[in-house]
């Protein structure tokens, strides 16, 4: 099965997704926290973790290895969900090589654009592989492409790295994605609300409950 997480740092947004029953964790980032208007990285983080009661990703900002190891060794004692969210640059492959021999070394490997990328982190260490599947689609490239041949390579060499489906803009995104055998899928809510609707569901239930109406009880 695929896990659905919530890309944003928005508690009422993860509020809402949680109390649907399907959400299995949080994504966050630099981005994504300043949109949610906060620089409590350690209080939203734990507040999004008792909503979630699953992996929910805090993104380190030091971009030296020293720096990032110290920033995750903070972030990982928060809670046993929290994972540490570490950009793939040789910094950050020394990080993940360290960070991952911890007894509580949570990675989820940020910004990967590539299958070689993937290949390295999870070579380090890192339990996920975040692929910007939107940010490859806006440079020309394919997108999905990358989460199709990262889960080859995963599966070539039975690689502990899950593959995560990230920069999600669509519902044929996550379709794409679910087909490609990724194991989580994180989408902005915008995306989850639109996986829910469709206009025949709508209709159809206007028309069944039009045509019960008019039955006598
Ligand atoms: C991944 O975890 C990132 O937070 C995210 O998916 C980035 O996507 P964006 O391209 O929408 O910023």
Not at 58 to 85: P, Q
Not at 108 to 125: K, W
Not at 194 to 214: I, Q
């Amino acid at each position: 099965m695929a896990r659905i997480f919530l890309d944003t740092a928005k508690l009422d947004e993860i509020r809402e997704a949680a109390s649907w029953g399907i959400l299995d964790g949080v994504t966050t980032n630099p981005t994504l926290m300043m949109r949610a208007g906060t620089a409590d990285l350690k209080a939203n983080t734990l507040k999004i973790v008792e909503m979630v009661q699953g992996p929910v990703s805090a993104e380190v900002v030091r971009t030296d290895a020293a720096g990032m190891i110290e920033e995750a060794r903070e972030i990982l004692s928060w809670s046993e969900h929290v994972y540490a969210k570490i950009p793939i640059t040789v910094e950050g492959l020394k990080a993940m090589r360290e960070i991952s021999a911890w007894p509580n070394g949570r990675i989820n490997a940020t910004l990967i654009f590539s299958p070689v990328q993937a290949y390295l982190v999870a070579r380090a260490g890192a339990s996920f592989a975040s692929i910007f599947v939107g940010r490859i689609d806006d440079a020309g490239l394919d997108g999905m492409e990358v989460v199709r041949q990262t889960r080859e390579i995963f599966d070539n060499y039975g690689l502990d790295c899950q593959v995560l489906a990230a920069s999600i803009r669509t519902t044929t995104h996550v379709v794409e994605a679910l087909l490609a055998g990724a194991d989580i899928i994180t989408l902005p809510f915008e995306v989850l609300q639109r996986m829910v609707r469709s206009p025949f569901t709508d209709a159809g239930l206007a028309s069944f409950l039009a045509d019960w109406a008019k039955v006598a009880k």
